[in-house]
């Protein structure tokens, strides 16, 4: 066992660009066992991409990330071991819609972590009771609403077992009234300790939840601190400039 507080995510100068398109610019940032981070920051400022490279579904043009000690690019490192220790939500849900929630949350564990089917079907109900959706084992995508579908996602990250979970704006497919299930359920999932980094524009959920906030304008971390600091004394003209956006 590795004393608590040890960092999760360790990014180091990390650079990513699109052909001549220079969108990370020295990403420094670590993420300790636990803690709950937000990233915030105008649209196109690189916040996706910074997410997508923590599990290398993009991969960096220069700079180091270790996930739970693994250094991720290094080479002959097996990426698909790697994954499975590293949650990812998505804004849209990408649920299998022929199949059950329980169906949606258990293929995985089926296929990348060869679980036997019963084995698998235990770790399932357990992750839909997670989220609280335990009595929607057998709906399909369709019959659910957009929350319950985005917390079929949570619980088919959860089933892994992740390190960490990546969450890339998970509410803003939502109407309106839905949000607040999604928001509980990452909530509660503080509540146990896991490891959280989102990408939201739910500030006043930051500013509640957080941690930390982080603070990315333009492929750079402009200003990151407890979210009192942040969104309450603002160091940097920028992040007061956009967290003047919350009231
Ligand atoms: P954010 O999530 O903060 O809105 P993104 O990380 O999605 O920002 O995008 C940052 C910049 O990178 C944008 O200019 C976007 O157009 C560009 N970009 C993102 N993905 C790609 C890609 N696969 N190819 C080319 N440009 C990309
Ligand atoms: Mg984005």
Excluded: W
Excluded at 40 to 62: A, D, H, V, Y
Excluded at 113 to 135: D, F, N, P
Excluded at 167 to 172: A, M, N, R, V
Excluded at 199 to 225: C, K, N, P, T, Y
């Amino acid at each position: 066992m590795a004393a608590a507080g040890r960092h999760i995510l360790d990014v180091r100068g990390l650079h990513k660009s699109f052909g001549t398109l220079a969108v990370l610019k020295g990403i420094d940032f670590r993420l300790r066992e636990r803690e709950l981070a937000f990233v915030i920051g105008p649209s196109g400022s690189g916040k996706s991409t910074f997410l997508r490279c923590c599990n290398r579904l993009e991969e960096p043009t220069s700079g180091s990330i270790h996930v739970d000690g693994t250094d991720i690019l290094a080479p002959g490192v097996d990426i698909n071991a790697v994954r499975r220790r590293i949650g990812m939500v998505f804004q849209s849900f990408n649920l299998y819609p022929h199949m059950t929630a329980l169906g949606n949350v258990t293929l995985a564990l089926r296929l990348a972590s060869r679980k036997s089917k019963a084995e698998a079907l235990e770790i399932g109900r357990a992750a839909l009771a997670r989220v609280g959706l335990a009595h929607k084992a057998q709906a399909h995508p369709g019959e659910l609403s957009g929350g319950q579908q985005q917390r079929v996602a949570i619980a088919r990250a959860l089933a892994l077992e992740p390190k960490i979970v990546l969450f890339d704006e998970p509410t803003s497919a939502l109407d309106p009234e839905l949000v607040g299930s999604v928001l509980q359920v990452m909530r509660d999932l503080r509540e146990t300790g896991m490891t959280m980094l989102v990408v939201s524009h739910e500030l006043q959920f930051a500013r509640a939840a957080a941690d930390r906030v982080v603070f990315m304008e333009d492929g750079v971390i402009v200003e990151q601190g407890p979210p009192e600091q942040v969104f309450g004394a603002p160091q940097q003209a920028r992040t007061r400039a956009f967290v003047a956006r919350i009231d």
